[in-house]
């Protein structure tokens, strides 16, 4: 098999006492696309957060096609050009419109020409449906647009490894659709990428592994055929009853009302 | 007629002097803006910062001149100087330092919730997008603390203004100044000067003042 894209060793985290990702071992591989479920509080944000180093860790390595993720490092920057994230909360740069977020960093960061990065950006947001919107202003788009601008942002680096962390837990159950449309697009494209969600249908759609996190430990590693008809863990499997519950809850209440 | 003694203002050079005081008053308000402007930026910054020894420092320094009244500081620095240091200043001069003192300890608070207002998660989409240090400052943090401080101190410099009235306490002829010297010297001719004089002093400081705020209050609507 070919050499992964991205490695994490032996990694661990901790928050003063508390441990937060317990010797964590975990390849991606060039256009695959990784889910990492488990319960609130399980270490999956502080996980993506360690690869892009927006977290020190105490110990183990992550290395992006062999270079070391290093928070110290002089190359860090350069290496974070390579991976594109995403984050739950809306985090456009609200004093510049949705081209200039998107241009900006391609065109200071990596110095490219600003009219080339400009028609890469006005092509990609028609991809996402978002023609028209490259001159507003963040306060003037909907939570759905936001994420789908902040994913064309990342896109536009043209990153080898692209993390979403639950992009879509604070939007609107209506506008979940849209921005998991382009994720599913980005997938079905052969990028490569790590994607943290509660949405367990969009997973068992997108992914071709999935990640169960559980007390700073991955518990499964596994196909979602698997994982979500045969889960190997008693952890695992308490932890999608939640889900079924919810599925059933919302039915009982479409069926009184 | 109802006599408001406004017959003054066209007698000799009277308006002209009125409107020089006012410029007295406007210059040494944009004069100590300017410097305080700087200043509370420098202080502002060090605010931020995680050392505790300097933090204490300014922050007694800017509790301390926020309870100070501005005439207190005012006859402090003009009369104190002189007596203490044999410092030799003038009324303008230590006008300029008890404004610039007072709208340093402003400008810094303001600048320092400005810069700690920005969220935590722009810094980190920013460095998520690789920006370098200087450059999350130069395009992200700066701009945007900029956007929420220019409504603040221009509000700044209206209070400013405002209070230039306390300077002729110290012996400086700003346009109150000017006002009471030609209520005085046509006290015989127009005994209801007082009136039509204070009445321009008062449409004067609004003429100066009111477009200042009218901007603030745009610069707040457009970049809310
Ligand atoms: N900056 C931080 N300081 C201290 N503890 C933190 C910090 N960030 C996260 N934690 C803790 O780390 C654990 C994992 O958090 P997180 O990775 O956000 O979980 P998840 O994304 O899976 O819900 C939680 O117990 C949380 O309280
Ligand atoms: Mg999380």
Redesign the interface.
């Known amino acids: 098999m070919a050499e992964p894209i991205l490695a994490l060793k032996n990694v661990t985290k901790h928050f003063g006492e508390n441990t937060v990702l317990d010797d964590i071992d975990l390849s991606v591989h060039q256009g695959e696309v990784i889910v990492i479920v488990g319960p609130s509080g399980c270490g999956k944000s502080t996980l993506l957060r360690c690869v892009?180093a927006?977290e020190p860790i105490q110990g183990g390595e992550i290395y992006l096609n062999d270079e070391k993720i290093d928070i110290k490092s002089k190359k860090l920057?350069?290496l974070?050009?390579k991976?594109?994230?995403v984050?739950q909360?809306y985090?456009l740069?609200?004093?510049l419109t949705v081209l200039e977020n998107i241009v900006?960093?391609p065109t200071?960061?990596?110095k490219r020409k600003k009219e080339e990065v400009q028609q890469e950006a006005l092509a990609l947001l028609g991809r996402v449906g978002l023609l028209g919107k490259e001159g507003s202003y963040a306060r003037q788009l909907s939570g759905g647009q936001k994420q789908r601008v902040?994913i064309v942002?990342?896109l536009c680096?043209h990153p080898e490894i692209l993390l979403f962390d639950e992009v879509t837990a604070a939007l609107d159950p209506e506008m979940v659709r849209e921005v998991l449309d382009v994720m599913l697009n980005l997938a079905a494209q052969g990028r490569t990428m790590i994607i943290v969600t509660h949405e367990m249908q969009f997973a068992k759609a997108v992914a071709d592994r999935i990640i169960f996190l559980d007390g700073g430990k991955v518990l499964e590693d596994t196909k979602p055929e698997v994982f979500f008809e045969a889960p190997k863990t008693e952890r695992a499997r308490q932890f999608l009853s939640m889900f079924e519950f919810n599925v059933v809850k919302s039915q009982v209440e479409k069926v009184s009302s | 007629m109802l006599d408001l003694g406004l017959e003054v203002l066209s007698k000799g050079n009277n308006m002209l002097r009125l409107l020089g005081g006012l410029w007295v008053a406007l210059k040494i308000s944009l004069l100590s803006v300017g410097i305080s402007i700087a200043l509370g930026i420098l202080l502002g910054a060090l605010m931020t910062w995680k050392n505790p020894v300097t933090k204490a420092i300014l922050r007694v320094y800017l509790e301390f001149i926020r309870i100070m009244p501005q005439l207190v500081l005012l006859f402090l620095v003009y009369f104190g100087t002189t007596k203490a240091f044999g410092w030799d200043l003038t009324g303008e001069m230590a006008a300029i330092i008890v404004f610039v003192l007072w709208g340093t300890a402003e400008m810094s608070d303001l600048v320092r919730g400005a810069l700690i207002s920005i969220p935590r998660h722009q810094y980190e989409s920013s460095e998520a997008l690789g920006l370098t240090r200087e450059q999350i400052y130069f395009y992200i943090i700066i701009p945007q603390a900029l956007r929420r401080l220019i409504p603040l101190s221009i509000n700044l410099i209206t209070r400013m203004i405002k209070t230039t009235s306390l300077i002729l306490m110290i012996g400086v002829v700003e346009i109150l100044k000017v006002a009471q010297q030609i209520i005085e010297a046509n006290r015989m001719s127009s005994p209801n000067a007082a009136f039509g004089i204070y009445l321009t002093v008062f449409i004067l400081y609004f003429i100066a003042c009111w477009p200042i705020s009218m901007i603030a209050k745009h610069l707040e609507r457009k970049w809310r």
């Open positions: 892009n927006l920057a350069n974070r050009q991976i594109g994230m984050f909360s985090e740069f609200p004093h900006l960093a200071k960061v990596q902040a942002r990342a680096m």
